[in-house]
């Protein structure tokens, strides 16, 4: 016998000795990852929340507070932060609801569709606080430029000067740059942050269409 035929033979009884992994055995392999990465999205949620709210506990100092209302955006900014800290609970909520379907789930079909689920409910969270933001940054910009001492002084110089419609258009195009600017490095954060699961789990859903083929 050759040295071909040695080879084929060799690999032929250690194929026959390779576990034989069956339907469910993989489904559950699947199952079990994908709960975890669910499980770890609600976890961050949740270290997300605590983290904004301690940031924003500690830089709401009675001077802060002053300021915006010396800016006449106390009331706005208050109700924002309600309306903010109320849909990022709904969506710790929600991801928690996600875990606990992934985890009950009992069959390859309902698991890809919790799958999509889970990753349209992050989609969504990141759109929300990407609104928040922009929304916060816009206000906050307003109040500035119009209430605080520095934004009327700025704003007197370029009407002495003639320049009030050219000043108004560098402010907004300089504004919506800046917004911008600021709205890629979130997006970025939560791409990094929210990225590696959901592509983890898109390649979890992929096999699990190649098991429903």
């Not at 961050?44 to 915006?68: G, K, R, T």
């Amino acid at each position: 016998m050759d040295e071909l035929e040695l080879l084929k033979k060799d690999w032929q009884n250690k194929e026959v000795n390779l576990p034989k992994l069956s339907y469910d055995d993989i489904y559950k392999m699947i199952w079990k990852k994908s709960s975890s990465m669910v499980k770890w999205i609600f976890y961050i949620s949740i270290i997300e929340f605590v983290f904004w709210a301690a940031l924003n506990i500690i830089s709401s100092d009675p001077q802060y507070m002053q300021n915006l209302k010396a800016m006449h955006i106390y009331n706005v900014m208050m109700v924002l932060n309600f309306i903010n800290y109320g849909i990022i609970l709904y969506f710790i909520f929600k991801f928690y609801m996600n875990y606990r379907k992934i985890s009950v789930t009992d069959s390859s079909r309902n698991l890809m569709k919790a799958i999509l689920k889970v990753k349209r409910t992050v989609t969504q969270y990141v759109w929300f606080n990407l609104i928040i933001f922009a929304t916060s940054i816009i206000i906050s910009l307003y109040g500035v430029l119009i209430y605080s001492d520095e934004g009327k002084e700025i704003v007197e110089v370029a009407i002495q000067h003639g320049n009030e419609m050219t000043f108004w258009f560098l402010i907004i195009a300089l504004s919506l740059l800046f917004t911008g600017v600021l709205l890629v490095v979130i997006w970025l954060f939560y791409k990094v942050l929210y990225g590696i699961l959901l592509k983890r789990l898109k390649e979890n859903y992929t096999e699990l269409r190649k098991l429903e083929v």
